[in-house]
């Protein structure tokens, strides 16, 4: 018998779909579904005429039942595709699989399939579902003898999903799967918003792509001098690194560390590296085909949700717009009468760790809204009555030791960070763990815990196993990153449940859109909701965000890569973009 308490029924689903005339981007058009009940196994088959006629889900789908499937974002994208309203209670046995199996690596992954081979339960072969799935991504039409196959395909499916079922309920933490289920919902909104995207400007990117690359080598390295034809001589980056006084990380073989996030992390402190970051970035990563941009010029992708093993989002970086070169981010524009707002919280990592550790003196540098000022009184570095514009040095060197400590970064990286000894790194260091004495002994806690309990997990249940070769440092780190993607799913569900055009979480920052003469209000909104969300998670302590808003005809722009952009537009006859004060 059935422990769970739903008189309305629980009701296991799957679709079969493809993406709107077979481009990656469009929306999704459902071919067919299958409705299993559990745990009765009454099972019904819906073909796509059937569905297309349905102006509601034909099974219950209110608050005393349970709608079951594997990644539900999928699921939800087709009742949006229908017009049908989502179901009061999702639980995604995806979500749960990898809250289940987090840290562990199940040896087959965390598909459908290998969460079966995981609990050693009969499954489809891995060719045949890709034979099949390649049948269903033809678009039709089908013969009716494929239409048959492809609603048996389906229906094996909902029968592997009752196996699994029956297999994990008893693991299951109910309240919180459900919450995660709402998140699936909010994902699906936000997949089906998409983000607008300069289908004009990509376009002449697209088609100019290989030019653009050797005029761009020739335009930027002007400053650098480090490149012979399409290569990058690190002999010659090691001069101009020489030359301009850069103290760059080495491996322990001796030689540069030339790794995209080292570049990626001095670019933060020394301006210069990042035209070269980007143009390195770009020659070797891009593919301007990849990224997914439907026929209504919306970038629309699976965003991956629980894929990292702190439960962040993490969508394909070659299909999701926020993963190439952030020059290209300025592809990201609003449609006419529109506008956007990129709303972050401001220091989150920093404000989590103060509130989750119960540190005084880090909460109350949160609250003073420049943390890393006041952590430079809180250790008599300077004066109370500091500012940026009076100790500017100073509270850059402690800005970065707090994002070092963030990052897990030991002496010789931050001292390459703040280009200064070792010892004055040391120093920093030593004058963090002074000051935030409780946050440390609650940092030192977490890994007993993890090493003593195996496990670490955050308030609201996301959970690692804390196994294997887990180093110290992703274990002082993950409560925190973790919190943070508790905080982000709270805040979608509560926006998109507001109405709020959600287009994309962003790591710790939503994009949102409106209408220009609704956008302050819809700015307005978000905030209030993001602080709420940080709330419900932090026990009341509030978090604040910081808003960089976009109205049309302007376009988003990372200013990181604002200098990139205007290298690239002069090169396919555009204007530079002179922004605005927003920007």
Not at 231 to 256: C, D, M
Not at 429 to 441: G, I, N, S
Not at 557 to 563: H, K, N, S, T, Y
Request: hydrophobic share 40%.
């Amino acid at each position: 018998m059935c422990a769970w308490n739903f008189p309305g029924g629980i009701y296991l689903v799957d679709f079969e779909f493809h993406p709107a005339g077979g481009r990656e981007g469009n929306p999704p058009v459902p071919v067919c579904m299958v409705v299993r009940q559990w745990p009765s196994g009454d099972t019904s088959r819906y073909g796509q005429a059937e569905l297309r006629a349905m102006p509601t889900a034909p099974f219950p789908t209110g608050k005393d039942a349970l709608f079951v499937a594997y990644f539900a974002s999928a699921e939800m994208d087709c009742f949006a595709a229908l017009g049908w309203e989502y179901p009061a209670n999702l639980l995604d046995l995806f979500a749960e699989f990898r809250w289940l199996t987090n840290g562990l690596r199940p040896p087959h992954g965390n598909g459908l399939l290998g969460a079966l081979l995981y609990f050693k339960l009969p499954s489809l072969g891995g060719e045949a579902k890709d034979a099949m799935r390649d049948l269903v991504l033809t678009g039709g039409p089908w013969s009716g003898a494929e239409q048959l196959a492809i609603l048996d395909y389906c229906e094996s499916d909902v029968v592997s999903l009752a196996h699994l079922l029956n297999k994990m309920q008893s693991q299951i933490d109910l309240p919180r799967a459900l919450l995660r289920g709402r998140y699936m919902q909010s994902v699906s909104k936000m997949q089906t918003n998409g983000i607008p995207i300069d289908v004009e400007i990509l376009t002449l990117l697209a088609a100019n792509w290989h030019a653009i690359q050797d005029d761009l080598i020739i335009e930027v390295d002007r400053d650098y001098g480090v490149y012979t034809g399409r290569s990058f001589k690190v002999e010659h980056w090691e001069t101009y690194l020489i030359a301009n006084q850069i103290p760059w990380p080495r491996l322990p073989s001796g030689k540069l560390d030339l790794s995209d996030d080292t570049f990626r992390q001095m670019a933060r402190t020394y301006n210069q590296v990042a035209p070269i970051r980007e143009l390195r970035a770009s020659l070797s990563e891009m593919r301007l085909s990849n990224l997914y941009v439907g026929e209504d010029g919306r970038n629309r992708c699976l965003l991956s949700p629980f894929r990292a093993s702190t439960g962040r989002n993490q969508p394909s970086n070659s299909k999701f717009i926020f993963g190439p070169s952030v020059w290209l981010r300025g592809l990201i524009r609003p449609k006419a009468g529109w506008g956007l707002a990129y709303v972050d919280w401001s220091q989150q990592e920093f404000g989590i760790a103060g509130a989750l550790s119960q540190d005084p003196a880090m909460m109350q540098a949160y609250r003073s809204g420049d943390p890393y000022l006041e952590f430079a009184v809180q250790a008599g570095a300077v004066p109370r009555g500091a500012t940026k514009d009076t100790h500017k040095d100073q509270r850059e060197q402690f800005k970065q030791c707090v994002l070092a400590v963030q990052y897990g970064m030991g002496e010789a990286s931050l001292a390459a960070r703040i280009n200064q000894p070792v010892a004055r790194a040391r120093q920093l260091l030593e004058l963090h763990k002074r000051t935030y004495k409780q946050f440390w002994k609650w940092s030192d806690s977490a890994v007993d815990e993890a090493v003593l309990g195996e496990r670490l997990w955050t308030v609201f249940g996301w959970q690692i196993h804390a196994t294997g070769e887990i180093n110290d440092r992703s274990l002082r780190n993950f409560p925190v990153q973790a919190t943070g993607a508790d905080m982000l799913r709270i805040a979608c569900v509560l926006l998109t449940d507001a109405g709020i055009r959600v287009c994309a979480p962003v790591h710790d920052a939503l994009l949102i859109e409106a209408p220009l003469e609704e956008l302050n209000a819809a700015v307005a909104t978000t905030q209030a909701l993001m602080k709420k969300a940080s709330a419900i998670v932090l026990a009341g302590f509030e978090l604040r965000s910081d808003v960089n808003t976009v109205r049309y005809p302007q376009r988003y722009m990372d200013g990181r890569g604002l200098q990139m952009w205007n290298k690239v537009m002069p090169l396919i006859g555009q204007p530079e973009y002179v922004g605005t004060e927003d920007d």
